[in-house]
């Protein structure tokens, strides 16, 4: 849990010249457009299909939906990565687990 706020940081401190609101709002708009497009993505997949998910904010997008139930049926289906252009970014620990 430590390393993926540490990524949560990494990313928040990118842009100093936002307020930690404008950062969060721009945060939480970027997962709610990404969890829109999965649902809308598994009501045209069969039941058993599996997806490799490669968002730059994967580690972080995995991690909302486990904490707070977002797309609960879907994940058992969903192999969630980091893009390598944004590998970089992440802790190093997160970088292992989510390396496509």
């Known amino acids: 849990m430590s ?4 990524c949560n940081e990494s990313f928040t401190a990118a842009d100093e010249r936002c307020q930690k609101y404008q950062v969060l709002f721009r945060y939480w708009w970027r997962q709610h457009y990404a969890l829109a497009l999965i649902k809308s993505l598994f009501g045209h997949l069969p039941d058993n299909f599996h997806i490799g998910l490669l968002c730059d904010i994967g580690c972080q997008l995995e991690q909302s939906c486990r904490k707070w139930g977002f797309l609960k049926s879907f994940l058992p289906h969903i192999s969630f990565a980091i893009s390598v252009f944004h590998a970089f970014g992440h802790q ?9």
């Open 92 to 100: 190093w620990v997160c970088r292992l687990i989510y390396h496509p």
């Open 3 to 6: 390393v993926l706020k540490g």
